[in-house]
């Protein structure tokens, strides 16, 4: 999560997602530090699950759609996760499907007990695996670098084996008219069976994301049980969907 991040860390992963890679010497030369404390800067970044350490420097464990994806809309997002966070009850099996703002539903859970996460997403084991009061299942599949997500049939088939309480979903855009969309359709086959094998689905996503169509059609709002969004999304928006029967919550920053 960004926030966890100090200022030293922050430059290094801009440097990373403008350059591709980074050597310590030259972070060491540029930042007037020490190269041991480039290092350890390195080392707390990779345990933060963002960078691979490599001889002399370090690359991006994530894809750079992701990076950039990241640095938008933090607060909405971080906000949005913390209150689904909060829909989860201890002993709870969930799952949360791929996208920036359903990983930081993991970081949030701290403090809860013996929740089983399943997902599809390596940026939500990344942080989940730091809580140890998680129970982490991973789906399997083909990776897709550009959503750092688990695709296709084996991903498919372990999530048809499963049964959750809550299952948290993403979106690349929202309509009343359209529902749910992503740009890529094996994303949208993760979605139609999280939804089949959960008690209730959330549909997590900032405001930004209201009005935009995404290439493939995923399932109306309508079959969302809940719409998680922040206090952008404006007020004919919320007329119009709370007429057509949705659920929405407004979170404020």
Do not use: C
Request: charged share 25%; hydrophobic share 40%.
């Amino acid at each position: 999560m960004v926030s966890d991040l100090n200022e030293r860390e922050k430059i290094i992963l801009n440097k990373l997602s403008a350059d591709g890679s980074v050597m310590v010497a030259d972070l060491a030369k540029d930042m007037g530090l020490s190269e041991v404390t480039i290092r350890n800067d390195l080392k707390n970044l990779e345990l933060k699950g963002w960078i691979n350490r490599i001889r002399g420097g370090a690359a991006p464990s994530m894809h750079q759609d992701i990076l950039e994806r990241q640095k938008i809309h933090v607060e909405e997002k971080n906000a949005i996760a913390r209150a689904a966070a909060e829909l989860v009850q201890d002993g709870d099996a969930i799952m949360i499907e791929a996208g920036t703002t359903t990983a930081l539903i993991a970081k949030y859970l701290a403090g809860k007990r013996d929740v089983h996460v399943v997902t599809n997403s390596t940026l939500v084991f990344s942080y989940a695996r730091m809580n140890p009061n998680l129970q982490i299942t991973m789906t399997g599949g083909e990776f897709r670098r550009p959503t750092e997500s688990m695709v296709g049939p084996i991903a498919l088939q372990t999530l048809d084996r499963l049964n959750v309480r809550i299952a948290f979903v993403g979106t690349d855009g929202f309509t009343l008219e359209r529902g749910i969309t992503t740009h890529i359709m094996e994303g949208a086959e993760i979605v139609k069976m999280m939804k089949q094998h959960s008690e209730s689905t959330i549909l997590v996503a900032d405001s930004s994301k209201y009005g935009k169509t995404g290439f493939s059609g995923v399932l109306p709002l309508s079959d969302m049980d809940l719409i998680l969004t922040d206090a952008g999304l404006a007020g004919e928006a919320l007329r119009d969907l709370t007429d057509a029967g949705i659920r929405v919550q407004k979170v404020d920053i």
